[in-house]
């Protein structure tokens, strides 16, 4: 089960966290690469990826953080979540009405494995994406 919280939708790689993330202090806010000392991901980048994630952790800092790595175009492309973090949909929120960014934000109860994925925000929609969707649709009669 799903459900939208910021709208929007977005088709990437998806990038699972192991362990929850404070942006602020464990995320290089000019590069989108995870640099918190310990972390399993560290060193990996959030940008163009759907980050998922069970939660946040940390500072209400993180929201200008998310929202900052937006504008710079080096933030996740979508965000899912295991719990609902206001604080991650703020900072897609503040990005998206102050720079026009879009990063949609749903959290999702299944658990949801590494892989090309489509999200949509406001229907709460996470789907594995077809590798190639033209080929697909050229079959759709069979």
């Excluded at 998922?52 to 710079?72: F, I, K, N, P």
């Excluded at 492309?77 to 206001?86: A, F, H, K």
């Excluded at 299944?110 to 190639?132: C, F, Q, R, S, T």
Aim: net charge negative; hydrophobic share 40%.
């Amino acid at each position: 089960m799903s459900r939208g919280v910021v709208p929007g939708r977005a088709i990437a790689e998806t990038l699972v966290l192991e362990e929850p993330l404070s942006l602020w202090g464990g995320v290089d806010t000019t590069s989108g690469r995870i640099v918190e000392k310990g972390h399993p991901q560290c060193g990996e980048r959030l940008g163009g990826r759907i980050l998922v994630l069970d939660h946040g952790r940390g500072s209400s800092s993180s929201s200008s953080v998310l929202a900052e790595m937006l504008r710079l175009g080096v933030g996740p492309v979508g965000i899912v979540l295991r719990e609902n973090d206001s604080i991650l949909a703020i900072g897609a929120l503040v990005a998206q009405a102050l720079y026009g960014t879009v990063c949609p934000v749903v959290v999702a109860t299944e658990p949801l494995a590494a892989g090309l994925v489509e999200i949509d925000g406001e229907k709460g929609i996470v789907m594995l994406a077809l590798e190639n969707p033209g080929e697909d649709a050229d079959n759709s009669d069979h």
